[in-house]
């Protein structure tokens, strides 16, 4: 009886720490891979490193190519794209 009374505390913790910081921190993950993979040229972005430019060309699954200068563009890893500022629409079909 005594076993299980020392025990509850600790699932108490693990619960609440799972709902105030791992549950939120797997959904900001998400969204961030949500984010990146919808990623196409004309969209403006911030990467990591504080970089603002355009995305000119999206290379493959890893890469896109961003303009941060007018004929500067340098080859950026899509995980390290931070937000997209503006958003280019889809071309009509």
Sequence with gaps: MQGIQSIIPLILVF???????IRPQQKK???HQQMVAALRRGD????????IGKVTKVKDDNEVEVE??????VRVVRSSISAVTSKTEPAKA
């Design 15 to 21: 619960g609440i720490m799972y709902f105030l910081l």
């Design 29 to 31: 993950l998400k969204e």
């Design 44 to 51: 403006q972005v911030v990467t990591q490193g504080g970089l």
């Design 68 to 73: 941060i200068a007018s004929g500067v563009s």
